[in-house]
């Protein structure tokens, strides 16, 4: 496992940009698979987007694609995500996950992440 801490969060309007960071306790970012998910207060955690372990692919879930964007900076041991064109439905707590074992079929299942962190809030006013 790694450890694992979101900052960036915070209240803004619907249209504006945050990003989030998530870096790790010093360890590399190479060999794992790393993402986002989000979880709103009475909903189940939702997948965002991500890398997978060899960080050929990238993924998006449909209700952020195009005005999400995942990005690493492996000198930084940082995973970043710029969210522009925010909506009131985004607001949730995001957290960063960390596997070096997922396969490629389950990234975009939390249960498949052994690393987490702690979470950072986003709300979005309308």
């Known amino acids: 496992q790694v450890q694992l801490a979101e900052s960036g969060g915070g209240l803004v309007q619907a249209g504006d940009s945050l990003r989030l960071s998530c870096t790790t306790s010093?360890?590399?970012?190479?060999?794992?698979?790393m993402a986002w998910f989000r979880q709103a207060p009475g909903n189940e955690r939702e997948y965002v987007s991500g890398?997978?372990?060899?960080?050929?692919?990238?993924y998006y879930a449909d209700s952020v694609r195009g005005r999400f964007t995942i990005s690493r900076d492996n000198g930084k041991n940082t995973l970043y995500l710029q969210m522009n064109n925010l909506k009131p439905e985004d607001a949730a707590v995001y957290y960063c996950?960390?596997?070096?074992?997922?396969?490629?079929?389950?990234?975009?299942?939390?249960?498949?992440?052994?690393?987490w962190g702690q979470g950072t809030l986003v709300t979005v006013s309308s």
């Open positions: 996950a960390a596997s070096r074992s997922v396969i490629t079929s389950q990234l975009r299942n939390h249960r498949a992440y052994d690393s």
């Open positions: 010093g360890r590399t970012l190479n060999g794992y698979a």
């Open positions: 890398f997978s372990r060899t960080g050929g692919y990238t």
